[in-house]
Antibody, heavy 119, light 107 residues
Framework: QVQLQESGPGLVKPSETLSLTCTVS?????????WGWIRQSPGKGLEWLES???????YYNPSLESRVTTSVDTSSNQFSLKLSSVTAADTAVYYC????????????WGQGTLVTVSS | EIVLTQSPATLSVSPGERATLSCRAS??????LAWYQQKPGQAPRLFIY???TRATGIPARFSGSGSGTEFTLTISSLQSEDFALYYCQQYNNWPRTFGQGTKVDIK
C-alpha cells in the first residue's frame, strides 16, 4: 500500500522560506513515477506546483518557478519542497502526491498539511 | 497554460438521480484528463483517468467520456457518499492544471 505523509512547519513568517518534506512508504521513489506537490488555498481549487523524478528531472509551475526548489532523497524515500519569499497568498493546504511518468495523473496523495503564512 | 472550465459550479441533485458534470479545456488535451473526488478535510481521490478509465475501487455508476476539449463525468444514480467536490485535471501539457471544481450537493 503506497502511502505519502507531508511534514513541516505549520506557520511560516512572510518573506521566509516554506519547507516541506513528503515521506513515501510502500513504494520506492527510485522505482519510477514522478512525485509532486499540489496546494489548495482556503476555499479554493487545486494548484499544481511541481513534480520531480528520482533522477532529479523536475517540472515547475511557471507561476512559481522563480521561488520553488525541490529535492529527492532516495535513501530516505523522501522528496522535499522549498518555496521562498512567501506571502499570505501562499497560505494553503499542501499535498504531496504520486504522478505517472507517462500519464501524469495523481493516484496516491498525502493527507495534506496546512501551512499558514503570518507574522 | 491550458485552462479547464468546469460547469456547473454547483449541481443540486436528489439521491438516486443522475448527475452530469462538464469539463472544457481551452485547447485539446487528447484523452489525458483525470477526475478527482474531494470530501471536506480530505485529500482528492483519483476517480477517472484517461478520460474514461475508472481507478481501482471506483464504482461502475461513475463514468467518464470525451476527448479533445470536451469531457463529462456522469454519476448514474447518486448515492449519499457521492455528494462531494469533483475536479478535472489535464496531464497533456505542462504545467498540469486543474479545473475550479463542481460541487455536487443534495437537492
Amino acid at each position: 500500500q503506497v502511502q505519502l505523509q507531508e511534514s513541516g512547519p505549520g506557520l511560516v513568517k512572510p518573506s521566509e522560506t516554506l519547507s516541506l518534506t513528503c515521506t513515501v512508504s510502500g513504494y520506492s521513489i527510485s522505482s519510477g513515477y514522478y512525485w509532486g506537490w499540489i496546494r489548495q488555498s482556503p476555499g479554493k481549487g487545486l494548484e499544481w506546483l511541481e513534480s520531480v523524478y528520482h533522477t532529479g528531472t523536475t517540472y515547475y509551475n511557471p507561476s512559481l518557478e522563480s521561488r520553488v526548489t525541490t529535492s529527492v532523497d532516495t535513501s530516505s524515500n523522501q522528496f522535499s519542497l522549498k518555496l521562498s519569499s512567501v506571502t499570505a497568498a501562499d497560505t494553503a493546504v499542501y499535498y504531496c502526491a504520486r504522478g505517472g511518468y507517462t500519464f501524469h495523473y495523481f493516484d496516491y496523495w498525502g493527507q495534506g498539511t496546512l501551512v499558514t503564512v503570518s507574522s | 497554460e491550458i485552462v479547464l472550465t468546469q460547469s456547473p459550479a454547483t449541481l443540486s441533485v436528489s439521491p438516486g438521480e443522475r448527475a452530469t458534470l462538464s469539463c472544457r479545456a481551452s485547447q485539446s488535451v487528447s484523452s489525458n484528463l483525470a477526475w478527482y473526488q474531494q470530501k471536506p478535510g480530505q485529500a482528492p481521490r483519483l476517480f477517472i483517468y484517461g478520460a474514461s478509465t475508472r481507478a481501482t475501487g471506483i464504482p461502475a455508476r461513475f463514468s467518464g467520456s470525451g476527448s479533445g476539449t470536451e469531457f463529462t463525468l456522469t454519476i448514474s444514480s447518486l448515492q449519499s457518499e457521492d455528494f462531494a467536490l469533483y475536479y478535472c485535471q489535464q496531464y497533456n501539457n505542462w504545467p498540469r492544471t486543474f479545473g475550479q471544481g463542481t460541487k455536487v450537493d443534495i437537492k
